[in-house]
Each structure stands twice: as C-alpha cells, then as structure tokens.
C-alpha cells in the first residue's frame, strides 16, 4: 500500500467504494487523513464500514470543511450530468481529484525522480502497459504496474529511488489527476469511445491530452487526426514529443515496417527490433503497441539489448491473442477479450487458415464489418445466442456449422484443423458478449484453455486455470 501522507491531518471526503475505491479509502486512513466516505450501493457501504473507515451520507457533511473531494473513476464527473457529489463539492470549492494524482502527489513528495510511465489510448492500454512493466521486470528492474489494468494504484508499493511505475490510465483517471506529470507519457491512438461521460470526441481528446501535455517525454500515435492535431500542439509547447505510427513512414520517430520497429532520427533511419518471431505480438495493432513500449522503455534509460529480450519473451496479456497450446502446426489462440466486431477485427486480420470460435450473446451491427477478413476463415463454429445471425451473415462466404456450445466448437475446430493437414490457427475470438454462457470474458477464456488442454497431444503453453 502506498500511504497518502499527503494529507495528513486533514479532512477528505471520498464517494465511490468499490475495489479501487476501498484501497484509496484504506491509503488515506494509513496516512494520517480524517476520511468520511459514501457510496449509493449499501453493501459497498457496509463493507468499508467494517475495514474500518469512517461512513456517512455526503449530503450532511461539513463540504468547507474539506481538503479535497476525492472521487472514484465511474462515477460521471462531466457528462451525461455531474454526480450530486460533484455538485456538492464543486458549490464549496473543494478541489476533486481521483487515486493517481494522490499517487502523483506521493511521488512528488517522497521520490520525485523514480520513473513513472503512465499509458492511454482509446485501444492497446493494457498491452502497452503489459509489454513494458515486461520488459523492465525482465531487466531485473524494481517495477510496479497498476492503475487501469486491474491493479489499484495505491495498492502498489510506496515510491522510492529507483522504483519504477507502469500506470494505465482510462480517461476518467486522467479527469481526476489534474497535476499528472509522467517521465514518459504515451497517448497511442485516438477513436470515438465513452463519449457519453465525455459529451464530446473534442472533450474526450482534450482530456487524453493532459497526461501526454505533462509529461517529459510525450509518445503519441499520430495515425489519427486528433491524436496528430495533440502531437503538433504540445510539442509547440516545449514538451519533447517521440511520434509514433503503425502506417506510415516517420522522418522522426518509430514506425512498423513489415515485422520490424524502425527509429529514424537526424535523417538517419535503422531496425530497432524484430517481433516476426514474437507470436504474442503479431498484428499491425501490436507493432504500434511495442513501439510505444519501445520508445518509453528507452526513454527511461533501459538498453535497446534489454529491450529487444524483453520483447521476444513477452507472454502477452490473458484473453487478447494470447497462444495457449499447440498440436503440430495447429495453434490454439485465446481472444476471449473481443467481446465485438471491431474488437475482433486484430486477430483475425493477424493469422490465415483459421478455423473460428465466435457466438456468445450479440452485439449490435453483428459481425458484418468483418466481411473483408472472411477469406482469412476456413470455417467456423458458432455457439451461443448469436449462432444464427451469425450464420445467416456468413451465407456462403464462409462454411460454419452450428456447434452451440464451446465444448462442442473446440473438439470439432481442432477435429478440421488436424485433418486439414497444414498450420492454421484454432481462435476463440467470439465477437460477442459472454453473458448467456459465461459469466463474464475471463471465465470464457479460461473455459477454452481447459478444454483446449484435453485435447489428445497437445502442447500447452499455458497452465490451465485450477478448477476451470
């Protein structure tokens, strides 16, 4: 835990008490800080209450009272109206912050020059952040990785000389982190998402701009406009800005060029890495990923040897492309994650002669934007809710039988797939919610690796989940 001495002794209200939400709480009491907290869910309530942090509605506390309001990440701030918490706050003039800028303020307070890398993006977030906590783990440095990916970041270990922070950030964290200031920032991409607690595109890009504008170091896409258009500004600003791309050429910065990583700085350009050996990073989507991480890791002083080892024994992340075992030339790949089309556009433009696991419960406008990749299936094996319309999209493109249920898809795929002789993939990429059969993605994905593991002769690359 990392205890928010930053505030100690002083009063801070805090609303939203879920598992991130429960760790700050917890982090402020552990510094000193007189913390009130509230949440419209009783049971979450109840469950701080008995780990010992002081609850009462919000409406009846002293408001000019605090030093800050702190306020969990899904709670609205902006859009589609400002939480009656925010309102309440802001009537008082009570600053609003979230848990990384208290994280941010530990950090300025006790070891200002550890290096701190925080990531965001519309899509790759948690790959990025994967790939370069990864890396500098590899190089057998002290490396802690939270925030978005799933680890609250005051949970993490206290900021000392030496440490190093892999933070993902959503951009409802960066909302609430107004003095974020990483060593090297990364913005990989920008496309319309959560626009309903942003308003607008511009909003949701003017937001994303704030990690990247204070940061030393600022790592930018620039294959969208947006993102471009934030690259331009911030460097006319003074911040040194590393430019990345996955499709085009760069006269300064990293670029993919066919499996490899290119660095072209003072006219001079040169391989940096090769990922064509590195099957959890196949796919245009991970050369931009592994350049961001490339660029960060390297900007933090780790070696372009180091870097390059990293790389080629990067696991991946569990559920997104993630190769889990290997009968001969047939590869079993878990992309549980794709939980829609455009979710499951990167796998399947990433492999040929695949032999697809997609059904589970529909998303609207089904798989129909993935027409241009059908060439790429030799069949598939649909299960759940959307078999049908999934079935009735495929017509004649693509031949698909009706498995129903995943048990029956596995067995039948890798059945067609050893029979047909050459190397192709088995992919579980559904395209779909999980909510008819499973209880949630994960629970999916770890079904398919059990099942995958019962197959006769094959070589499991992970270990199944026990009792999966």
């Known amino acids: ?37 509230w949440d419209d869910n009783p049971d979450s309530v109840a469950k701080a209450a008995a780990a010992g942090i002081v609850t009462a509605d919000l409406h009846g506390i002293d408001w000019p009272a605090q030093a800050a309001f702190v306020l969990s990440p899904g709670v609205p701030l902006t859009h589609p109206k400002p939480h009656w918490t925010v309102d309440l706050a802001r009537a008082s003039g009570v600053e609003i912050i979230g848990d990384v800028e208290l994280f941010v303020r530990e950090r300025r307070a006790h070891a200002p020059d550890c290096p701190f890398i925080a ?28 925030g978005n990916i799933g680890t609250a970041v005051l949970t993490l270990e206290p900021p000392k000389p030496g440490r190093f922070y892999v933070i993902e950030c959503s951009s409802y964290q960066i909302d609430l982190a107004p003095t974020i200031n990483p060593t090297a920032g ?28 204070g940061s030393q170091v600022a790592i930018i896409g620039v294959d969208e406009t947006h993102s471009t258009l934030i690259a331009d500004r911030i460097e006319r600003a003074g911040v040194a800005v590393k430019r990345i791309s996955r499709r085009n050429v760069l006269a300064d910065g990293f670029y993919a060029e066919g499996t490899g990583i290119v ?14 050996g ?17 660029a960060a890791c390297l900007s933090v002083g780790v070696s372009e040897d180091e870097i390059r080892k990293g790389l080629a024994s990067f696991p991946g992340l569990k559920h997104r492309m993630q190769p889990v075992g290997r009968i001969g030339a ?38 129909t ?11 598939a094996y649909l299960i759940g809710e959307a078999a049908p319309e999934f079935a009735a999209t495929l017509g004649e493109a693509v031949p698909y039988e009706i498995s129903g249920t995943l048990d029956r898809a596995v067995a039948h795929a890798a059945a067609d797939a050893r029979a047909a002789g050459e190397a192709g993939v088995v992919m579980l990429s559904p395209a779909c919610a999980s909510f008819d059969q499973f209880r949630n993605f994960e629970v999916r994905g770890d079904a398919f690796v059990s099942l995958v593991a019962e197959l006769e002769g094959v070589t499991m690359l992970v270990e199944p989940e026990k009792g999966k």
């Open 263 to 276: 660095l072209a700085e003072t006219g001079a350009a040169r391989q940096v890495a090769d990922l064509s």
């Open 278 to 294: 590195v099957d959890t990073l196949k796919g245009s989507h991970n050369a931009q990923n592994a350049a961001a991480a490339i």
């Open 186 to 213: 990364i913005l990989l991409n920008l496309t319309p998402d959560h626009l309903d607690r942003h308003g607008t595109m511009q909003h949701y890009a003017d937001v994303k701009e704030r990690l990247v504008a």
């Open 1 to 37: 835990m990392i205890p928010v001495s930053t505030f100690a002794g002083k009063k801070v209200a805090l609303f939203g008490l879920g598992g991130s939400g429960l760790a700050t709480a917890s982090a402020l009491v552990a510094g000193g800080a007189e913390v009130i907290a």
């Open 369 to 379: 934007s993935l027409a241009p990749l059908f060439p790429r299936i030799r069949k």
């Open 330 to 367: 047939v590869a079993f790949i878990n992309d549980s994650k794709a939980t829609n089309a455009d979710a499951a556009a990167p796998a399947l433009s990433s492999y040929e002669q695949i032999f697809w696991i997609a059904g589970g419960l529909p998303k609207a406008g089904g798989i």
């Open 119 to 146: 990531i965001t993006g519309t899509n790759g977030k948690s790959t990025t952040t994967a790939l370069i906590a990864h890396i500098l783990r590899s190089s057998g440095r002290d490396t802690q990785l939270g």
